[in-house]
């Protein structure tokens, strides 16, 4: 078998168990938009799910509105140049509201979704396509 498509099932499986574990590890995953949830729940995350692009809110709203429900976030944003920005932005402001942000599952995640080649959560969700068996 080639070793890139090695290197690419195993950071999928790799990605797939810490999905399973991830509930125990934060309150809520924050990500950028509807496809990004359906992409998590397609590699079996059952957990809590919010979106960043609520419409009504600002930041600071949403903020307080995550902040008053949850205590540890993952920020799950895109691994783009905007996800990058969105990513400190809400860093900052759910750090100062009082929420524990979880920089290393982050990390954790952009490692495994490099392997894959995906860098958007969304492409998650089709992450096994082309996959030989």
Do not use: P, W
């Amino acid at each position: 078998m080639n070793r890139s498509i090695k290197r690419r099932k195993n950071a999928i499986c790799e990605l797939e168990q810490l999905m399973h574990e991830l509930s125990g590890l934060v309150d809520v995953v924050v990500v950028e938009g509807l496809r990004d949830i359906q992409a998590l729940r397609s590699l079996g995350y059952t957990g809590s799910i919010e979106e960043l692009n609520r419409s009504g809110f600002n930041d600071f709203d949403l903020a307080d509105d995550l902040t008053s429900r949850y205590k540890r976030v993952l920020l799950l944003l895109d691994f783009d140049e905007e996800g990058l920005r969105l990513n400190q932005r809400f860093n900052q402001i759910l750090e100062r509201k009082g929420a524990k942000v979880e920089y290393g599952l982050r990390k954790e995640f952009g490692r495994l979704m490099a392997a894959t080649g995906a860098y958007a959560i969304e492409d998650l969700d089709n992450i096994r396509d082309g996959m030989e068996e």
